[in-house]
C-alpha cells in the first residue's frame, strides 16, 4: 500500500502579511514568517499532521534561472502568481524522498531531480533551530497550474510544535483538497500512480483519491458549481486546477461563532461553513465537522 498522505498546501499570495492577518483572523494560529534563499518566504498553519503554507515572493532578484531536469519551485509559484493568487501546490508525505522519485520515473511521470534544502525554524520560545527537508517533484503535462511533489522531513522534532497546533477555530486537520478538472476520470493515471489505484474511485464528473491522511476530490464544472454555489471561483482555464480544501474542527457551531465575532463572511451550504474565494485570496475555504 502507497502511504503518501497529504502533507501541506502550497497557497500563493502577493502579500504575505496580509494574508497571515486574514488566517489569524479565521481563526488559525500561524508561524512566524519565514524566509527561503530562492526568494520565497512563508508563513505555516501546523495542524495535527498536515499543514497549510502561505507563500509569497518576497525577493524576486533571488529566484533561480531555470536548470535542466529540476523543478524551480519559486519560479513555478511566481509564474502562478502571474495569473492568480490561489492554491498552486499538493504536498505527500514521504518517507524516503529518493525512493519517491525513482518510482515516480520508472513509472512514467514526469520527475525531475531531487531537492534538499534547509532553514532556520523559530521556535515558539524565541530560539531556533534547522530545519530540514528534501523533495520528490511530479507534475503532468494535462495540469500545467498545479504541480505535486512529496516532501520527507530531516528533522520534525524541531518543526511540530503544540504551541503551533492550537487553533481558536478548532481545526484539527485538512480533510480534504478539491480540484476543478474538466474530465476528473482522465486523470486517473496520474492519481492511481502517485497514491495506488485501488485507491482511486470515478463516478459521473468527478474522481475520489484516498490517501494515508486525507482525500483528494476533482469534480467537473457542474459538480464544483454545485459544491460552492454562487461563489467567486478561479479561472477561467481548461486544464485541472486546485481550488479549494476542507480543514476538519473540533465543533462547527464554535467555528461558525468565532468567524461571525471576527467579521469573516463564512456562508452555510449542507454541513459545511465556506469562505468563499474572493475573500480567501483566490481559495475556497471550508470548515466541516470533525469525523
Excluded at 520508472?106 to 525531475?112: E, T
Excluded at 530540514?132 to 504541480?147: I, Y
Excluded at 485538512?174 to 480540484?179: A, I, N, R, S, Y
Excluded at 482555464?237 to 479549494?244: A, E
Aim: one cysteine or more; charged letters at 25%; a neutral charge.
Amino acid at each position: 500500500m502507497i502511504d503518501r498522505g497529504i502533507d501541506h498546501l502550497v497557497l500563493c499570495v502577493h502579500d504575505l502579511d496580509k494574508a497571515r492577518a486574514f488566517y489569524e483572523q479565521l481563526g488559525f494560529t500561524c508561524t512566524p514568517r519565514a524566509l527561503h534563499p530562492w526568494g520565497t518566504g512563508n508563513t505555516l498553519v501546523q495542524l495535527q499532521g498536515n499543514f497549510i503554507e502561505v507563500l509569497a515572493i518576497l525577493d524576486p532578484a533571488k529566484l533561480a534561472p531555470a536548470a535542466p531536469g529540476q523543478f524551480d519551485f519559486g519560479r513555478f509559484n511566481a509564474e502562478y502568481l502571474k495569473k492568480r493568487q490561489g492554491f498552486a501546490m499538493l504536498v505527500f508525505q514521504s518517507k524516503d524522498a529518493r525512493a519517491d522519485h525513482a518510482e515516480f520515473k520508472m513509472n512514467g511521470l514526469d520527475s525531475y531531480a531531487p531537492f534538499d534544502f534547509e532553514r532556520q525554524a523559530k521556535l515558539p520560545d524565541g530560539s531556533s533551530a534547522r530545519v530540514a527537508f528534501s523533495l520528490a517533484f511530479a507534475t503532468d503535462k494535462r495540469m500545467p497550474e498545479a504541480a505535486f511533489f512529496c516532501c520527507q522531513q530531516h528533522a520534525p522534532q524541531y518543526f511540530w510544535k503544540p504551541e503551533y497546533q492550537k487553533h481558536a477555530n478548532g481545526a484539527r486537520v485538512v480533510g480534504e483538497v478539491v480540484m476543478r478538472a474538466p474530465d476528473p476520470a482522465a486523470m486517473r493515471d496520474f492519481f492511481g500512480t502517485l497514491q495506488g489505484f485501488g485507491s482511486v474511485e470515478t463516478a459521473p464528473g468527478r474522481l475520489d483519491v484516498r490517501t494515508a491522511l486525507g482525500a483528494v476530490t476533482l469534480l467537473d464544472r457542474q459538480r464544483i458549481a454545485e459544491r460552492y454555489p454562487d461563489m467567486t471561483l478561479p479561472g477561467p482555464t481548461d486544464s485541472p486546477i486546485l481550488v479549494g480544501y476542507r480543514v476538519d474542527v473540533a465543533d462547527i457551531g464554535a467555528a461558525e461563532k468565532l468567524l461571525r465575532a471576527n467579521n469573516v463572511a463564512a456562508r452555510r451550504h449542507r454541513d459545511r461553513l465556506i469562505v468563499d474565494p474572493a475573500d480567501a485570496f483566490g481559495v475556497a475555504i471550508e470548515f466541516a465537522q470533525s469525523r
